[in-house]
């Protein structure tokens, strides 16, 4: 390891948010007590409620770490690019705010990057609750299929993700440090660089297959996608959620988002509209209805062998959602601010550049 990495952090973590803000300390809280190599940290925070905004204010001033906050929300893409802007170091390293980590989780990234010289790095990255113990992304495939029909070619999108489901304790002695195709945005390490070759992230990707697209872009660059399974994160999805993450949730995982971010990763690829978009287009609010919709269709259920009543909520719900999520998106859309995000500036005080120590911690 380069001992000038230690004395001057060259890390920067922009911590995001994901779908929710109710999990923002559990995530803070962790990455400061795991990680040992020194870093420095950028949070974003987009439009989080008062409590969390309060918090978010007396960590940065505890801890030393730069705020930048809009009092409106922000896409995935959006807020990922206005820490991007503030980033001087080698490396960035993109976090949700919905991710705990594990101790070395930064070193063990760190030491790929400098070993392969990788563009991109993926840590071992799990799922839900209990932490560290089911395997959300272990690497994976991303591109475009050239696939000749009688003729005529088509462009195919190709996502593939390794290991998901699997339990870390069955699969990761097998993980071997080593390029693949694919890394998520739930966390990667990014050498800043290639920032220079291709431009910021795209953020006509709003809610939906970002990862895809930038893993594409990355590798059409020149870049390389490498995954190190020896860096462990887990990812909390809701539900629980609160009250006061509702609205943002909804936008979040809006049908025009989503809708949007489909017809973008098509024309930008030039891909055929084939059976996988038209998948996607008859799924648009999945999300939703499975977090939002479906336990209430099991409250109110009472029998579970009436199918004809949980039909009935069931369409009464879907019909209900549709109505209040286009309401929502509609407003956000009249409402938001017309200046640009990266305009935006640090408000809760001056940035103190500060080196991370167990001592701090």
Not at 199 to 206: P, R, S, V, Y
Request: hydrophobic fraction near 35%; glycine fraction near 6%; aromatic fraction near 10%.
């Amino acid at each position: 390891m380069d001992n000038s990495l230690v004395s001057d952090p060259q890390v920067t973590v922009v911590v995001s948010p994901r779908e929710r803000f109710n999990y923002t300390s559990q995530s803070l809280e962790s990455i400061y007590k795991h990680t040992e190599f020194p870093f420095e940290l950028i949070y974003i925070d987009g439009g989080s409620p008062a409590n969390i905004k309060s918090y978010l204010q007396q960590a940065a001033h505890e801890k030393g770490f730069e705020l930048i906050r809009t009092d409106y929300y922000l896409s995935p893409n959006q807020a990922r690019n206005i820490g991007l802007a503030k980033v001087k170091s080698k490396y960035v390293v993109f976090v949700d705010n919905d991710v705990e980590v594990t101790p070395g989780w930064l070193t063990k990234l760190v030491e790929c990057a400098e070993k392969t010289d990788a563009t991109v790095i993926s840590p071992l990255i799990c799922q839900g609750s209990p932490v560290h113990e089911i395997v959300h992304c272990a690497g994976g495939e991303s591109g475009v299929l050239l696939e000749n029909k009688d003729g005529n070619v088509r462009r195919r999108i190709l996502e593939k993700i390794y290991k998901q489901g699997r339990r870390v304790v069955d699969v990761r002695d097998g993980l071997k440090r080593g390029e693949t195709g694919l890394a998520e945005f739930h966390c990667m390490l990014v050498r800043t660089s290639i920032f220079d070759k291709i431009g910021q992230l795209d953020e006509g990707m709003l809610n939906t297959k970002e990862h895809v697209d930038f893993c594409m872009t990355v590798v059409e660059a020149g870049g390389t996608v490498y995954l190190e399974p020896d860096s462990l994160v887990t990812y909390v999805p809701g539900p629980p959620l609160e009250l006061s993450d509702m609205t943002f949730y909804m936008l979040r995982w809006s049908d025009a988002w989503e809708l949007a971010s489909l017809q973008n990763l098509r024309t930008k690829w030039d891909l055929t509209e084939d059976e996988y978009f038209k998948n996607k287009y008859n799924r648009l609010g999945w999300r939703r209805h499975m977090t939002l919709i479906e336990p209430w269709i099991v409250r109110l259920s009472f029998s579970k062998n009436n199918s004809l009543w949980k039909r009935i909520i069931r369409k009464t719900f879907v019909i209900a959602d549709k109505v209040v999520n286009k309401y929502i998106t509609n407003h956000y859309d009249q409402n938001k601010p017309k200046q640009q995000p990266a305009q935006i500036v640090t408000q809760t005080r001056e940035y103190v550049k500060t080196t991370t120590t167990s001592s701090q911690r």
